[in-house]
């Protein structure tokens, strides 16, 4: 193993934590690994926007990249990483038999964000008006996903559930696989029941199901609310919205697309409730988390809670059909001792599942072994190198013809 203790993360965009949970997470790994003394650089193909967190102001290095161009061989052979973490599946089947090829030797992790054939194939199941079920699991996008879970050493996962599916459906082995959540602290400024007021949603809406979230809220959802509570007001944030989104915005209704929340803290501490009718989708839930940060309760769906509390009550109500989802919305409007159990309910969670102390040992101790023990680790996986050495064989070769075409063109 070389001696040179950088931690290279390839990322599928710019890490931007103020328009997704997805950019909060990548910076708190970052964090991590800058408290285990990594120098890091960051890398990505993707181009960099107005709300690209300030790399530099942290001392992490930046490298803008290039698919399918060698390039990043001498790029990744010069630096001579440590690590190498990839952005989700898609970039390490970008650049995972690159890292192979030229640094043998670097500890390769998976971060999942979350099983994108889980998401995917609940919203497949939804679309066709059907049960999701077990079948809807073994897709191509599982095939690839699962391929670049047994190629890299380590997968981090975000959420307990996706972890036993991987285990039974798909036999993954534990060791492959490790629990690190978003971590988050109670905020100590908090407003109380009768300094906050309306209910708000809030998401990213390049995420498909957040977008669904928002159609059933002003299709179904806000009406039965609105009947019961005319002067309250909904206010839908997030990054990204498209114009079928933006024409949602109806006063009228009391419904209004706000765009993108420059200050989440603010909105969130200043709503009562926040509701999240979540249909499909996978992994643990950003704003969901923030609002029990902020000491906001929060309706949501089975889905929406997924993994999120154990055996813990939630900090609200989790209801799936649309008519006790609207009634448990307005009760908790309105009943004030109701609203501050739940509030606490939410601080409960944040203290047993999503504190930081919890997870950071388990993971430098994981860290550790695993670049002590790595042709131990990978030899007892045999598996994953035969995905690996066939997988460099064929993408190296696409990938080549595609440079040899874009340089022709």
């Known amino acids: 193993m070389n001696s040179n203790k950088t931690l290279l993360i390839i990322g599928i965009v710019w890490p931007e934590p103020k328009s997704s949970a997805a950019g909060g997470r990548m910076l708190q790994l970052i964090e991590i690994f800058k408290e285990l003394d990594y120098r890091i650089v960051f890398a990505s193909a993707s181009q960099e926007s107005e709300f690209s967190f300030p790399l530099k102001d942290i001392e992490v290095g930046k490298e803008n990249i290039f698919l399918n161009d060698d390039s990043f061989d001498d790029f990744v052979s010069q630096l001579n990483p440590y690590i190498v973490l990839f952005d989700r599946f898609m970039i390490e089947e970008q650049f995972g038999w690159r890292v192979s090829k030229s640094c043998p030797n670097a500890l390769k992790i998976l971060d999942t964000e979350d099983l994108h054939s889980l998401r995917l194939g609940r919203q497949k199941a939804f679309k066709e008006e059907r049960e999701f079920d077990a079948s809807d699991l073994f897709s191509d996008v599982a095939k690839r996903e699962i391929a670049s879970i047994l190629r890299c050493d380590v997968s981090l996962m975000v959420s307990e559930f996706e972890i036993n599916l991987l ?82 915005h109806s006063p009228k209704a009391n419904f209004f697309i706000e765009g993108r929340a420059e200050n989440a803290s603010k909105v969130i501490s200043e709503a009562r409730i926040m509701l999240a009718p979540l249909r499909f989708g996978a992994g643990i839930k950003g704003k969901l988390l923030e609002g029990m940060q902020y000491g906001t309760p929060s309706i949501t769906t089975s889905i929406g809670a997924e993994s999120m509390h154990d055996e813990l009550p939630w900090n609200g109500f989790i209801e799936d059909n649309p008519q006790e989802f609207a009634n448990k919305a307005v009760q908790l409007y309105n009943d004030e001792k109701l609203w501050n159990n739940c509030q606490e309910n939410g601080f409960e969670i944040i203290k047993y599942k999503f504190s930081k102390d919890l997870y950071f ?49």
């Open 361 to 409: 040992s388990k993971f430098k101790e994981k860290i550790n072994y695993l670049l002590n023990n790595l042709s131990i680790h990978r030899n007892n996986h045999f598996i994953g190198q035969i995905l690996q050495h066939h997988t460099l064989r064929s993408t190296e070769y696409m990938s080549r013809w595609i440079e040899a075409k874009n340089k022709i063109s």
């Open 167 to 248: 285990k039974e459906q798909f036999k993954i082995d534990e060791s492959l696989l490790l629990y690190l959540p978003i971590f988050i602290k109670k905020s100590e400024n908090q407003n109380d029941f009768h300094n906050r007021k309306n209910f708000a949603f809030i998401g990213n809406f390049l995420h498909e199901p957040n977008w669904n979230s928002v159609l059933y809220l002003k299709e179904t959802i806000w009406t039965l609310i609105h009947k019961q509570l005319p002067e309250v007001n909904l206010r839908i944030y997030g990054a990204y919205p498209s114009q079928k989104v933006l024409q949602l």
